[in-house]
């Protein structure tokens, strides 16, 4: 069993709709929850972290964390061509390592 | 600010060589970290150093070693490079304490023949 999964996607939303990525994760013991976006051939970049249950907003970006369900996703408003990217869902335990999903590729049509 | 330095960012060699890629901090992180990417792999852990002086193996060690070599550098070895190495690899730094996500280098883009 994958420690941290996603769908691969394709997802595809017309420009201007919520995209929305979701990521479960297996360790309860996981207290921090990242999310990355990372553009084809560039490396990966921090748009999100979460460490409590709920809601946090950022912008156009929304991360919501549900630890009893060891569910973490990520709504992107108003989509833009610009967001078309690959996300990867990221968690980290009390150890040093970080564990990262497969990534979803989101594509945002104009 | 340069973050996370990588070299070289793209190499070529053939197999049965050997090299070893670079990375520099100057965020003043304690932990670093190597990474590759495949296709539909996502990342994969090599090897990482919690501080200065300690080093170990994540999900895929074989055939590479790695050298902390102060604080702000860590660098990855291949003795003896395959095909199956061909690759992206990431380097990465982060803080110690578990809230702190992980900064990456722009990566190094490695084909061996």
């Known amino acids: 069993q994958k420690e941290v999964e996603q769908n691969s996607g394709p997802l595809s939303v017309p420009e201007g709709a919520i995209a929305s990525l979701n990521c479960t994760y297996s360790?309860?013991?996981?207290?921090?929850f990242f999310w990355y976006r990372q553009y084809s051939g560039k490396s990966p970049e921090l748009i999100m972290s979460?460490?409590?249950?709920g809601d946090k907003e950022d912008g156009r970006f929304t991360a919501q964390l549900n630890k009893a369900s060891q569910y973490v996703s990520l709504l992107i408003r108003d989509s833009q061509p610009s967001d078309s990217a690959t996300y990867l869902c990221?968690?980290?335990?009390?150890?040093?390592?970080?564990?990262f999903g497969p990534g979803t590729r989101l594509s945002v049509l104009p | 600010n340069a973050g996370v330095t990588q070299t070289p960012k793209f190499q070529v060699l053939k197999t049965g060589q050997s090299m070893t890629l670079q990375c520099a901090q100057d965020?003043?992180?304690?932990?670093m970290y190597w990474y590759r990417q495949d296709p539909g792999m996502g990342l994969r852990l090599i090897y990482y150093?919690?501080?200065?002086?300690?080093?170990d193996k994540g999900e895929v060690p074989n055939g590479y070693n790695v050298s902390r070599l102060n604080k702000r550098e860590f660098s990855l070895r291949l003795e003896s490079a395959a095909p199956s190495q061909t690759s992206v690899y990431f380097c990465?730094?982060?803080?110690?304490?578990?809230?702190?996500?992980?900064?990456f280098g722009d990566g190094t883009r490695l084909s061996i023949l």
């Open positions: 360790d309860r013991g996981s207290q921090s």
């Open positions: 150093s919690a501080s200065e002086g300690t080093t």
């Open positions: 965020m003043n992180h304690n932990s």
């Open positions: 990221a968690v980290r335990n009390y150890g040093q390592n970080f564990v």
């Open positions: 990465a730094s982060t803080e110690s304490t578990e809230a702190q996500p992980q900064h």
């Open positions: 979460i460490y409590s249950n």
